[in-house]
């Protein structure tokens, strides 16, 4: 007997009732997605990009006219309108992240991984050198391996840790140091010195949480204060940036520029596109938008976005706070400790309590490269900490994830 046309995949029409059906099944879809996704971490995150969406607007006239030279002159709005641009593709790439579930963001991850240590391998070799440093490569479009390696990292590293509850026997905290000795390696030979720091501390970070050793802590100590030392006596670019930190100097003296255009504009800021000292500040769109920040809207304004990345910590823990899977603990925890690490460094160099780093202010700065990495980190934590409101914890299990609760102790 012959089917009847929409019985027939292969005779599918659109309007039919299989087409109905199918529409109705992403509709299904993206109503599970909102009822598993932490929505208060997502509205932190929109907050936190509405605000960056308004400092590049007005930090981009001073980088803009900056940069500007006799031949090419860029509009006052050129970096706010290319920065629009890319938080639309950033937020496209976080809403596709977190629309994976768990197995194929840790898969994503992996793949991810793999593919940017390829690109770190690369960069040396046919990278591309902007200011000195060889960080990218030309794809067509500028990419910088690091960045997107972030993400990527802390999720192999969860990966890599979890194997221990299938067999307490595996080397995983040798084998995550070998894999944070060799992204340090190909950093350093960029050079990248901030991104390393970063990325060892995200590193530090998990294996305290995944239960490293006391002498392996003070060991780690140990080694942390040899490289510094190491960094200090052949790496001429950081012994510059910790002699200006320390002392002060003249070919690295934005950090003291910096500060004083954070305070010029007091509490409540001279307004937009009324601040003056930001005209004088070198990367005011990238690395120092917090202290234009502080000159146009204030220091109140400052504190509220130190306020919502404490917020967006605190709130991925406490989401932690009942999950029972090792692997969902360590990659959300690392991705967040990424993302808070990034912001944290940023706004010392800005108040000139830390050594100059060329890092960005997370999910704020004007970025290629640096906004599309950042918001696949949100998409892969909003994924990773997806969880069905209907399913509740054994009420007679242990409050809280041990590592969570390691982090308290």
């Avoid at 109503?31 to 997502?42: A, F, P, S």
């Amino acid at each position: 007997m012959a089917s009847l046309p929409h019985e027939d995949p292969a005779r599918y029409v659109p309007g039919s009732r299989g087409g109905a059906k199918q529409r109705k099944t992403r509709r299904t879809d993206w109503i599970v997605w909102w009822r598993e996704i932490d929505r208060v971490l997502l509205v932190l995150v929109l907050a936190l990009m509405a605000l960056g969406t308004l400092a590049v607007a007005a930090a981009s006239p001073a980088s803009a006219r900056r940069l500007s030279t006799a031949k090419v002159k860029l509009d006052d709005l050129h970096f706010f309108v290319q920065h629009i641009r890319w938080q639309m593709l950033g937020l496209v790439a976080m809403l596709g992240a977190s629309r994976l579930n768990r197995e194929m963001a840790r898969r994503c991850g992996i793949v991810l991984g793999v593919a940017m240590m390829v690109g770190l391998m690369l960069v040396p070799i046919v990278g591309t050198s902007v200011n000195g440093a060889k960080r990218w490569l030309n794809l067509g479009i500028s990419l910088q391996p690091s960045e997107f390696l972030k993400p990527a990292f802390a999720i192999t590293l969860a990966w890599v840790i979890s194997w221990k509850l299938r067999d307490p026997r595996m080397p995983v905290m040798l084998i995550c140091t070998g894999i944070m000795g060799l992204v340090g390696a190909l950093l350093m030979l960029q050079p990248d010195f901030g991104s390393a720091v970063l990325f060892g501390a995200v590193w530090f970070v998990m294996m305290l949480i995944a239960g490293l050793p006391v002498r392996w802590v003070l060991g780690v100590i140990g080694g942390g204060v040899a490289l510094l030392g190491a960094a200090y006596a052949f790496y001429e670019n950081g012994r510059h940036r910790i002699d200006a930190f320390l002392g002060g100097g003249t070919a690295f003296d934005q950090v003291d520029l910096a500060r004083h255009t954070l305070v010029a504009g007091g509490w409540t800021g001279s307004g937009l596109w009324l601040g003056t000292k930001k005209l004088g500040l070198p990367e005011a769109h990238t690395d120092y938008i917090f202290s234009v920040i502080g000159e146009e809207f204030g220091l109140l304004m400052c504190a509220l976005v130190v306020v919502l990345y404490f917020a967006v910590v605190a709130r991925v823990l406490l989401r932690l706070w009942d999950e029972e899977d090792l692997f969902t603990v360590l990659a959300a925890s690392g991705l967040v400790a990424q993302l808070g690490g990034q912001a944290f460094i940023n706004i010392l160099v800005n108040l000139q309590l830390f050594p100059s780093k060329g890092m960005t202010l997370p999910l704020i700065s004007y970025g290629g490269s640096s906004t599309l990495a950042l918001c696949l980190n949100v998409g892969f934590l909003l994924a990773i900490t997806r969880r069905n409101p209907y399913l509740k914890r054994d009420p007679f299990a242990p409050k809280g994830h041990p590592a969570i609760l390691s982090l308290f102790k």
